[in-house]
């Protein structure tokens, strides 16, 4: 099945650690995002994507790091510099054309302990 | 630049009452709009989407959505709840441009009562 898969779906992580949160897609999509989710807040973008070996800091970039190896992985890195980073962070892809929408994954939820 | 208000936070209907969530945008043209909506701990799916032609569009799960221009708004509506449809719901909008950059609302979340 065609899809985008998120993981872990649940991270624990201890302040000062960085962690990596994996985002694979087999949609053939150029075009990929991180989001955070906050209760309230909406989702807010991260980082995005259009192809490989390129990528745009979104709005609340400060304390992650990505990378675009491949069209079908783009893995985000939450680092020790994020001062917040519990949330639920969630990846999209989508395909050429911006009018057929984004495609979400499941979603990994980061607790720092 | 491009943002999405969604008035409304949080609304309380009955199953089988009719039920519209607001949404509003600010772009310097028509961008794409769409609708989503998210189960607790699940990703987002999407409902339905708009960039040009009939102002009204249908989507999945008996929703609609109404484009406004004059209004820059793109409610959705559903003539009647089901207890199903208890879940939050995010207004996005896309730009135009190559690069695609999706902006969503804060989210409506929808409880359904019997």
């Known amino acids: 099945d065609g899809g985008i898969t998120q993981s872990p779906k649940y991270l624990f992580r201890k302040e000062g650690q960085n962690v990596t949160l994996s985002c694979e897609q087999n949609l053939n999509h150029d075009a990929m995002y991180w989001y955070r989710q906050d209760p309230g807040q909406g989702l807010r973008l991260i980082y995005y994507s259009q192809i490989v070996n390129d990528f745009q800091k979104g709005d609340i970039a400060e304390g992650y790091s990505v990378s675009r190896e491949k069209k079908e992985s783009f893995p985000l890195t939450v680092t020790s510099a994020q001062k917040n980073p519990t949330a639920f962070y969630l990846c999209?892809?989508?395909?050429?054309?911006?009018?057929?929408?984004?495609?979400f994954g499941q979603g990994t939820r980061l607790t720092v302990v | 630049a491009q943002s999405v208000t969604q008035p409304d936070i949080h609304i309380t209907v009955s199953e089988g009452a009719s039920l519209e969530l607001r949404c509003n945008y600010s772009?310097?043209?028509?961008?794409?709009l769409f609708w989503y909506v998210q189960s607790p701990g699940q990703g987002l799916q999407l409902l339905l989407k708009?960039?040009?032609?009939?102002?009204l569009v249908q989507g999945i799960k008996g929703f609609e959505a109404e484009f406004k221009r004059s209004q820059s708004s793109f409610n959705l509506r559903k003539p009647s709840v089901h207890w199903s449809d208890a879940a939050e719901y995010f207004c996005a909008v896309a730009a135009t441009d190559s690069w695609g950059k999706f902006q969503f609302g804060a989210g409506t979340q929808v409880v359904v009562t019997p």
């Open positions: 999209a892809s989508r395909p050429n054309r911006v009018d057929l929408g984004a495609f």
């Open positions: 772009y310097g043209a028509t961008p794409y």
């Open positions: 708009y960039f040009s032609g009939d102002t």
